[in-house]
Nanobody
Framework: QVRLVESGGGSVQAGGSLTLSCIVS????????LAWFRQAPGKERESVLIISNTGAKETADSVQGRLSISQDGGSNTLNVEMINLKPEDTAMYYC???????????????????WGQGTQVTVSS
């Protein structure tokens, strides 16, 4: 059974930093597509960062230059480093995994099959 567990959330002041981690277990090989999503209260869930098994990455404009994604080599651990955090970054952050990789990861219709429970990030002004 595939399982995703996020960690690293917390409360910081604006301008602060956090690192979120997602550990994926139960998958026989490298996950083809991994991503971080977030959902703020009253808002729709949005894709923040995506990385495919080819190493290609996609970053949402709203976090460009402030959030970066990395994957531990040879392991199914996905990290996101967050710097210069803003109050509008406050949200529940979710790790997600999909079974088809490559360019498909970045299509708006892509379906991420596996999801973690989320980790809360709160940024105060």
């Amino acid at each position: 059974q595939v399982r995703l567990v996020e960690s690293g959330g917390g409360s910081v002041q604006a301008g602060g930093s956090l690192t979120l981690s997602c550990i994926v277990s139960g998958y026989a090989s490298n996950i083809p597509c991994l991503a971080w999503f977030r959902q703020a209260p009253g808002k729709e869930r949005e894709s923040v960062l995506i990385i495919s098994n080819t190493g290609a990455k996609e970053t949402a404009d709203s976090v460009q230059g402030r959030l970066s994604i990395s994957q531990d080599g040879g392991s199914n651990t996905l990290n996101v480093e967050m710097i210069n955090l803003k109050p509008e970054d406050t949200a529940m952050y979710y790790c997600a995994a999909g079974q088809i990789g490559g360019a498909y990861c970045f299509q708006p219709s892509y379906v991420f099959k596996y999801w973690g429970q989320g980790t809360q990030v709160t940024v105060s002004s």
